[in-house]
């Protein structure tokens, strides 16, 4: 009853609005890094929103900003949704928890927590988000590709021992790894059950001056329940 009583609030056109929604994502690292020379916005949460988007007959445009600024936009409707960690500012969404994984080979049982790594082979992306939490943080023996696609068949094929992922990014492999990236119909059989290193509860915002129709809404709210419990 609550959900609908904000979708009302923001409108019943039930035409498909035309203009991209606009996420307004938060500085704040590992949430969201802006883009630079080199490639777009990286950030747990805009794996999230660009994996939630994909499954949407809806454009979208992902804005990653300082806080200041990105509540300034949310609450003067420039950006339609942002990134909450309180409840306040807003109408909610949907609210949900994300995590930092780290997925290890089924061969090395030992590893039941981070500091386990030391001396280990662990993969990691260039420029990549883990790459800038975890790499010298523990005597790791270390790997770097381009793609998480790469820290995947390479777990698979025991050239690493291990590798740090979002529950966003590994949920989309177990649903399309196989058809997308090539990996063996049993590659899951190769790697033990992920460690989960940290989380925290998320609120996704709607601004009070947004004028995106109460069925796009309702799209987006479904769409981002399946995205969180595929990686859950």
Known sequence: ?????????????????????????????????????HGSETGIYVDMIRKTMENLDLKYEIRVMPLARAGQEFSSGIVDITLGFSKKGGEVLIQYGCHDNLLVSNKLSEINNIQAIENKRIGFINEGIYTRLFLNK???????????????????????????????????????????????????????????????????????????????????????????????
């Not at 820290?151 to 529950?167: C, E, H, P, Q, T």
């Open 138 to 232: 523990f005597n790791t023996i270390n790997t770097f590709v381009s793609s998480d696609e790469l820290l995947f068949k390479m777990l698979v094929a025991n050239r690493i021992d291990g590798f740090f992922v979002s529950d966003v990014m590994f949920g989309d492999y177990k649903k399309h790894g196989v058809s997308r990236a090539g990996l063996p119909e049993n590659w899951q059989e190769n790697i033990s059950d992920r460690l989960i290193i940290s989380s925290s509860p998320v609120y996704f915002q709607v601004s009070q001056k947004s004028n995106i129709p109460f069925n796009d809404l309702e799209k987006l709210q479904s769409a981002i329940v399946e995205v969180y419990e595929s990686g859950g």
């Open 1 to 37: 009853m609550a959900l609908v009583i904000i979708f009302c609030l923001l409108g019943v056109a039930q035409k498909s609005i035309s203009r991209p929604i606009v996420f307004g994502l938060p500085d704040l690292y590992p949430v969201a890094k802006p883009g630079d020379a």
